[in-house]
């Protein structure tokens, strides 16, 4: 396989509705955001695209990813659409990155967008418990916080995690979205606030759980040749990994905890894994990718990780699929501290989805960019002028892109390759 | 007629509008339905349980291994499995009362929704409990299978209860 990089990204920012601008145009300003960083790429050079969007529904248009790829002049180049739940965005990249990987690009485009606003929040969900079984899932009441609110149940009986270190993760990714201008819904908040916030599915309130959006990103990847000649700051896609889980909630059999190479089986004897506690998905991207990328402890050898925080919870079970605290300790370690901005690993210092918004095809790839930026410290320059999440010599990082409970999870590994 | 004796063809007028949220951009209402003619195909046996009061699950034909949401191939070793029947009564692997939902369900909140688990099946059911108050409900709780007299051949047509 050939090293692939990324010498671009740009993102819209993220909105409940964008109707002024449509899906094309959207990418369209995210594809021009990342051009104008490598002025020396034309269009001609762009040997193809990966698009990516979730839902048809929302977007109420077949083949909106070739809409997409016209629209940017890039036709009869290659180009095709992917789609895996909540991690389009993140398969979006990896699919980039096969391009570039096998040889058969020099560059390739990666671009997401979702239109949510076009029914209400009561029929997004609706469209969105569309990707739960439709015979068995969906008829008895489908509605993802639910599905999630059952597993973090499980996790807080299992392992004693409480709804107040749910709250500290809302806390700390509100507030970190103050500083970064794309996100959709910075925020001080307090745990009583979180506390406090509407019930939506019990325990998970209206402040544990992502908003709806409109918004587009994209990341401009390359070979080694291409990518030096275009930026004097590549970024190395060094680990891929891509894991899953069955469609249904209701088949997740105990088994072996799937080990990271710095865990020992006795770590785990008593564990019954994954049940609907833990993303065994997760953990099977995270160790793919860390292998890849060797790593042999994700704590102390990743600078920061932008993972997949629709919900509160599923950032603390996060934390333990990709080994950054044992299976059990993801309420201790948001408590602890190590996930702040100033912590051991910073985790969502953009703010990650709770705050900067979940416009689904896109969300993978936002995560992508603010890495991109992280790495290459160039933070303040896409911040205008703010560097408060600019983490100081940031040279690797990780990002988690995630599908309804845990069915498509991708981790990719990102370094500075300068 | 036309003075030259020819007819000019013309699009004939309606009486609809249509129904505009905003003329900068404009923004319009679009309506959209559609009935689908769904098959449970190889789960329909399933159902067909379920209205006569019989709830059932799948087992291996080859490793054995068991599932509670049924399917019709083996998750482990790709085998055909055959239809078991499950006790009616079972326990609470994890559940929750939704507040709010998709707009299909948002009538029927609060509602709650539970992961079924019985000793000795690897994987779990999901369904709704009734007749609990939401602070009542908890892990390990016991409860049992009941089934509406009227079918809808719905996965609701089970539900469950405490005693």
Redesign the interface.
């Known amino acids: 396989m050939k090293p692939v990089y990324m010498v671009a990204g740009g993102i819209t920012k993220f909105s409940k509705a964008s109707p002024k601008k449509d899906f094309r145009y959207m990418v369209k300003e995210a594809f021009d955001a990342a051009m104008a960083d490598v002025p020396n790429l034309t269009l001609d050079q762009i040997d193809g695209s990966i698009t990516s969007y979730f839902s048809d529904h929302f977007t109420r248009q077949l083949m909106a990813g070739i809409m997409v790829h016209d629209y940017l002049g890039l036709t009869p180049k290659p180009s095709k659409r992917i789609e895996s739940g909540g991690a389009t965005g993140g398969m979006c990249l990896q699919s980039a990155w096969e391009a570039i990987a096998s040889g058969r690009m020099d560059v390739c485009l990666a671009v997401g967008f979702e239109t949510m606003s076009h029914v209400n929040t009561w029929k997004g969900n609706e469209f969105i418990a569309l990707a739960s079984d439709t015979n068995f899932d969906y008829p008895v009441g489908g509605f993802y916080t639910g599905y999630y609110a059952m597993m973090v149940k499980r996790h807080m009986h299992e392992f004693g995690t409480t709804v107040e270190q749910l709250a500290a993760v809302s806390v700390k990714n509100h507030k970190n979205a103050l500083h970064n201008p794309y996100a959709q819904f910075p925020a001080e908040l307090t745990i009583a606030d979180v506390l406090n916030s509407e019930m939506v599915a019990d325990p998970l309130k209206r402040l544990d759980i992502c908003v709806m959006s409109d918004g587009a990103a994209s990341a401009i990847l390359c070979s080694e040749e291409m990518a030096f000649k275009l930026t004097d700051k590549p970024i190395l896609l060094s680990g891929v990994g891509t894991g899953t889980d069955a469609m249904r909630l209701s088949d997740r059999p105990s088994r072996e905890v799937i080990l990271l190479p710095h865990e020992n089986p006795e770590d785990y004897k008593d564990l019954k894994y994954p049940g609907v506690h833990s993303f065994r998905g997760g953990r099977a991207a995270a160790k793919q990718a860390y292998k890849m990328a060797n790593i042999q402890n994700p704590l102390e050898e990743l600078d920061f990780v932008e993972l997949h925080d629709a919900f509160t919870s599923s950032e603390i079970q996060t934390y333990e699929d990709l080994g950054l605290c044992k299976y059990g300790d993801g309420g201790k370690f948001i408590e602890s501290g190590a996930a702040n901005l100033d912590g051991k690993v910073p985790v969502n210092p953009s703010g990650g989805l709770l705050a900067c918004g979940h416009p689904v095809g896109a969300t993978g790839l936002m995560q992508a960019v603010f890495s991109f930026w992280q790495l290459q410290g160039s933070i303040a320059q896409h911040f205008g002028g703010d560097d408060t999440l600019q983490l100081k010599n940031a040279k690797r990082g990780l990002i988690h892109s995630h599908a309804g409970t845990g069915t498509y999870i991708t981790a990719t590994v990102m370094e500075r390759g300068f | 007629m036309t003075q030259a004796g020819k007819t000019t063809p013309k699009l004939e007028e309606v009486e609809q509008g249509c129904v505009l949220y905003?003329l900068d951009?404009i923004?319009m209402k679009?309506h959209?339905e559609v009935d689908y003619i769904?098959s449970?195909a190889q789960?329909s046996p399933f159902f067909a349980g379920l209205s006569k009061g019989q709830l059932m699950g799948s087992k291996c034909t080859k490793c054995g291994?068991t599932?509670?949401?049924p399917?019709s191939h083996c998750?482990?070793c790709g085998e055909p499995t055959e239809w078991m029947d499950l006790p009616l009564e079972a326990k609470v692997?994890?559940?929750?009362?939704?507040?709010?939902?998709?707009?299909?369900?948002?009538a029927?909140t609060p509602?709650t929704?539970?992961?079924v688990e019985w000793p000795g099946v690897?994987?779990?059911?999901?369904?709704?409990l009734i007749g609990v108050a939401?602070e009542d409900v908890y892990?390990g709780m016991p409860v049992k299978a009941k089934f509406r007299r009227l079918s809808q051949f719905?996965?609701?047509d089970v539900y469950f209860v405490t005693e």
């Not at chain 2, 559940?95 to 707009?103: Q, S």
């Open positions: 905003n951009p923004i679009y959209y769904h449970y789960d291994s599932f509670a949401t399917r998750m482990n692997h994890t559940y929750t009362t939704c507040y709010f939902g998709g707009e299909e369900f948002l029927e509602f929704l539970i992961l690897d994987t779990f059911f999901l369904s709704r939401p892990i719905k996965p609701t």
